[in-house]
């Protein structure tokens, strides 16, 4: 049975993005991920479409969403929050996990990046988890 993942963040523009691209990728047919924002900006940041490219993923085909725009996906197997805090609402989920990592949107390139390969690894460590 696929896992299914909920990565959320405020914009939905950057790390909940990136997150869903890594579960896609390293997850393959096992995982279902999505993302979503608490307060979507309605676009991916170019930076962040960037930063994918250079690994082989083409997150231009994203979408910024709402949390409302996902929910009908639920229950998930784990509810991924980043940065949202008290804005972010619950979700039907077996866990909740909180990442702590910095928004990168306003980072050059090679701090955007370090943000990114972080990103990879907290997705990597997750997916063995669950």
Partial sequence: MKKKILFVCIENSNRSQMSQAFATMYGGEEVEAYSAGSKPSGIVNPKAIAAMKDLGYDLAAHDSKS???????????????????????????????????????????TAFNEVRDLIADKVKSLLKAL
């Fill in 67 to 109: 949390l409302d725009e996902v929910k009908a996906f639920a229950p998930f197997d784990a509810v991924v929050t980043m940065g949202c805090g008290d804005a972010c609402p619950w979700m039907p989920a077996k866990q909740f996990i909180d990442w702590q990592i910095p928004d990168p949107k306003h980072m050059e390139p």
